[in-house]
């Protein structure tokens, strides 16, 4: 079913909305930032009168930070969405007079075989972790910027997540993956070498790791050994120091560059609540900001400022100066400006929900009402969104695909199923390696949840990508006589298959997860989709980038194959210049548009 002219325009303006995100700030209040108001999302940046001047227009999405004291940016970009990032300098001091192109950037780290990720920038170097020695392990190096000589700093393997440079330039923290279910270890490389500085073996998860102002000690998000993640200091001789913690929730923490602030978010079902305290946890003040979302924090180097990115249901993406004495903001970028007036007031924002399941728990989930002038056709349906991860998080976000489910008329619920992070250790623990097909039952539960909400049980579909794509999978075959249809981003349809041709730095730690494939190869086709291939019914509608480096094409070409040949409906859309996901506006516009008609021609048949 194709959508009616005008719903497909309302579809279309929802899509096509810009968003932003923060980057950096510099010492005179520049700031670095993001927008894909050119097709996919490309550097920016606004001066602190408000003055926006674009800086990249490459052919792929890119990122990038200050060279502290220089008029100068790194910028990391790769190549259709293959993740195999790429490190090259742009000089601002003699602007182009336009956005700059891929020929107009001077290469530092250019090995378009492997991957090269942005950690850190110092005044004199440059810090990345790369893939590069044999193509699993990820290497710490340290370019020197006016030679461009380098020297390795870290090659004890594992996946470098974190690294940041100590103020005296003498050592660097590294935080990496474990191979314990999600957890991290973090350790220090100095003078003297290097050493872990948390327990390889426990079940601990850490980010946002920083240096104190002395460099003596680190800190960091951490729950070890606790539930829920509390703002810490680690010394360098391994004493554990708690300086914020909520007994009711986990915390995030963004220290300034200088070690004398930190800017701590409450996270509370999906939202963030910030407020400013000092290097010992003394709270200071609240920060001051206009609406519950989600919030990403980006110092200056002086400790007097910093740059919040928010995020909310109604609101794609606001920037916000806030001073970090006071806490006051002022709106640098309002993300509401991009969103069309005639929409504004027809955003809708979810409310909070938890649902029951048959062994006690209860699944948090946030539920989009349908709108009362969608269509007459689609009242009662449901789609069922499901994030990807699995160790992330639905969050109280501006989704254009959940508004415009939503406006077309559906009710859309967006569940944070057993496995999901933030709401403690044990909850993001009950779905690992044994008990994978425990999260799928969390579908069932929700779907057993509609009648009290007035849906109708037999017209709800499901949507997700990545790991939420093979719960799509894993509902519809798993569950054959619940859902009616499924759309598939980038998901997983055999975990052993999966396993075995994702790229070989992520094996291990999807391992971790879902099980091995020497030690748990039952289990992963017990819990692979395609093993329930004979119980699949519901039409099926798939979408997969070409270069997806973490879940490969052949993921979805398999399923695809397997459905057609049993005579159950499943379109494939491909789109060649595309990785894990639709980063381009143009392929998202081709897309998600035919995907909602597909679910809208499905379900309004299911109700005759």
């Not at 391992?511 to 020497?518: A, D, I």
């Not at 996901?581 to 143009?586: C, F, I, M, N, Q």
């Amino acid at each position: 079913m194709t959508l009616p002219h005008d719903l497909q325009a309302l579809v279309r303006d929802l899509l096509d909305i810009r968003v932003w995100t923060a980057f950096d700030i510099d010492d005179e209040g520049r700031v670095l930032a993001g927008t894909d108001d050119l097709g996919s999302l490309q550097l920016v940046e606004i001066a602190p009168d408000g003055t926006r001047t674009p800086l990249t227009d490459l052919p792929s999405r890119c990122s990038g930070r200050y060279v502290p004291g220089r008029r100068a940016v790194v910028v990391e970009h790769d190549n259709g969405g293959d993740e195999h990032m790429q490190l090259s300098l742009l000089d601002l001091a003699e602007p182009l007079g336009r956005p700059a192109a891929h020929d107009d950037l001077q290469p530092l780290v250019a090995d378009p075989a492997h991957m090269h990720n942005l950690q850190d920038v110092t005044e004199t170097s440059l810090v990345y972790s790369t893939n590069r020695r044999n193509d699993v392990d990820m290497d710490v190096v340290v370019r020197d910027l006016a030679t461009g000589e380098e020297r390795v700093v870290f090659d004890e393997g594992g996946y470098v997540a974190e690294t940041v440079v100590s103020h005296d330039g003498r050592s660097t923290v590294v935080n990496r993956l474990s191979l314990q279910p999600n957890s991290m270890v973090v350790g220090v490389v100095g003078p003297d070498g290097s050493r872990p500085l948390t327990d390889e073996g426990e079940l601990a998860y850490h980010e946002q790791v920083a240096w104190s102002a002395d460099d003596d000690a680190v800190v960091m998000s951490s729950n070890h050994d606790r539930e829920l993640t509390a703002v810490v200091r680690l010394t360098l001789d391994g004493d554990w120091q708690v300086l914020v913690e909520d007994p009711g929730h986990d915390l995030l923490c963004w220290a300034s560059p200088d070690g004398t602030a930190l800017v701590v978010g409450t996270l509370a079902d999906g939202a963030v609540r910030l407020a400013v305290h000092e290097a010992d946890g003394t709270k200071r003040c609240d920060v001051d900001l206009p609406a519950k979302g989600l919030a990403d924090v980006r110092w200056a180097a002086d400790g007097s400022r910093f740059l919040v990115s928010l995020n909310t249901p109604t609101d794609p993406g606001s920037l916000h100066r806030v001073d970090a004495a006071t806490g006051t903001s002022t709106v640098v970028v309002d993300g509401r400006d991009a969103v069309p007036p005639a929409l504004r007031d027809r955003l809708t924002t979810p409310t909070v929900h938890r649902v029951p399941t048959p062994d006690g728990e209860r699944v948090p989930c946030f539920l989009y009402a349908a709108a009362p002038d969608g269509d007459p056709g689609l009242a009662g349906a449901s789609v069922v969104h499901v994030h990807g991860g699995p160790e992330a998080a639905a969050n109280r976000i501006f989704s254009p695909v959940l508004q415009a489910l939503s406006l077309l008329g559906f009710a859309v619920l967006v569940p944070n199923v057993r496995g999901s992070t933030g709401y403690g250790k044990r909850w993001y623990s009950l779905d690992d390696v044994e008990k994978r097909l425990d999260s799928v039952a969390d579908l069932a539960a929700l779907h057993d949840w509609l009648p009290s909400q007035d849906l109708d049980a037999g017209r709800s579909a499901l949507w997700g990508g990545s790991y939420g794509g093979y719960m799509v999978l894993a509902g519809v075959s798993m569950q054959p006589d619940r859902w009616a249809a499924g759309v598939d981003i980038v998901g997983m349809s055999s975990l052993v298959t999966f396993l075995e041709n994702t790229s070989g730095y992520r094996r291990a730690f999807r391992e971790r997860e879902y099980g091995s494939l020497e030690h748990h190869r039952d289990l992963l086709e017990k819990a692979s989709p395609i093993s329930y291939l004979h119980q699949m019914v519901a039409p099926l509608f798939v979408i997969h980038g070409a270069n997806d480096p973490r879940v490969p094409l052949s993921e979805a070409e398999q399923i695809t194959a397997a459905l057609e040949a049993k005579g159950v409906e499943c379109e494939l859309r491909v789109y060649h210049d595309e990785g894990h996901g639709l980063a381009k506006r143009v392929n998202r516009l081709d897309a998600y548009p035919a995907a909602m008609g597909f679910l809208a021609r499905v379900l309004d048949s299911a109700r005759r």
